[in-house]
Nanobody, 114 residues
Framework: QVQLVESGGGLVQAGGSLRLSCVAS????????VGWYRQAPGKQRELVAS???????NYAESVTGRFTISRDDAKNTVYLQMNSLKLEDTGVYYC????????WGQGTQVTVSS
């Protein structure tokens, strides 16, 4: 069973930056599109960014221009660089495979304060 482990979250002031990492226990990222999801308090989990095997990226409108997803297949790792953070970016962030989903990891908490 492949495990997904997210890290890099924390408490940051509005306007600040964080870089999230997601490591897979097996080599599944190199052959799959990978996404970062966010679950805000009281809301459903939503896909905020994804990256294809060819490196094509897509972003939710709410994060376009502020977040950047990237991948390092040699390290089985996907990153999410988050800049210009807003209060509404607060939530638990998870990674998974949009078209071949695995069990959800624990996620990493991001809290943006004013």
């Amino acid at each position: 069973q492949v495990q997904l482990v997210e890290s890099g979250g924390g408490l940051v002031q509005a306007g600040g930056s964080l870089r999230l990492s997601c490591v897979a226990s097996g080599s599944i990222f190199s052959i799959n599109e990978v996404g970062w999801y966010r679950q805000a308090p009281g809301k459903q989990r939503e896909l905020v960014a994804s990256i294809s095997t060819r490196g094509v990226t897509n972003y939710a409108e709410s994060v376009t221009g502020r977040f950047t997803i990237s991948r390092d297949d040699a390290k089985n790792t996907v990153y999410l660089q988050m800049n210009s953070l807003k209060l509404e970016d607060t939530g638990v962030y998870y990674c998974n495979l949009p078209y071949n989903p695995r069990s959800w990891g624990q996620g990493t908490q991001v809290t943006v304060s004013s």
